[in-house]
């Protein structure tokens, strides 16, 4: 199974959407591990709502919190404590579900950014490395974004993560290209922004990445 971490360089940048794309470009599966808040639907909900392909499964949640807030915290509030063994236990079934296909790709949907607590003692960062999972990296225009897409990268090359590149959200100056050039990390897409993120629109970008993508891999 090819399984392909989104990370971002915080909270809002455009993850899901960022998922959302990848998943119709690779008529992959989609998982989200940790769901903390879901008032206005899930992500999980949002990403089936925009997928075209008949092949995608979106995997449920090992963890669905109520409190948008750190999972640490969400968990917290609701007496529980995030174990990576149970996430890693239902990545296991996941995997025997696509034994049939081992060029079957999955898209792993984290929380915020890479140093976000899941627990006491771990991170995203952990459970990234738990899954060996390359990592696609997600940036959104806004002033400080140059400054946390680099510390994203240099966190990234510190533990040696196998990051597969960038894609940019929103409209981008000439500091897109910048971050590839400091981060030496490449470039796959660039998503334009638009006020109506629907089917329509996420296979269209999916059509647009999908060499890139590729070639990535």
């Known amino acids: 199974m090819n399984t392909i971490f989104i990370t971002g360089i915080g909270t809002d940048v455009g993850k899901t959407i960022a998922a959302a794309i990848l998943t119709e470009a690779l008529q992959a599966d989609y998982w989200k591990p940790i769901q903390a808040g879901y008032n206005e639907g899930t992500d999980s909900e949002f990403v089936r709502s925009v997928i075209s392909n008949a092949k995608t499964i979106i995997h449920p949640e090992t963890y669905k919190l109520k409190l948008a807030a750190s999972p640490h915290i969400a968990a917290k509030k609701e007496g529980i404590k995030i174990d990576l063994n149970k996430i890693e236990e239902d990545y296991f079934k996941i995997g025997q579900r696509s034994t049939a296909n081992s060029q079957q790709s999955l898209i792993v949907e984290g929380a915020g950014g890479l140093l976000v607590p899941l627990n006491e003692d771990e991170f995203v960062i952990d459970l990234i490395k738990m899954l060996d999972a390359k990592v696609v990296l997600v940036s959104r225009n806004y002033l400080g974004s140059i400054n946390h ?35 030496g990390y490449p470039k796959i897409a660039s998503i334009l922004f638009t006020q109506k993120i629907d089917a329509e629109f996420i296979y269209e970008q999916a059509a647009l990445i999908k060499a890139n993508l590729q070639s990535a891999l």
């Open 149 to 183: 897409s680099l510390l994203t990268a240099t966190v990234c090359k510190q533990h040696k993560l196998n990051v597969l590149g960038w894609i940019f959200n929103d409209d981008y100056m000439n500091y897109e290209n910048e971050i590839v050039e400091w981060s």
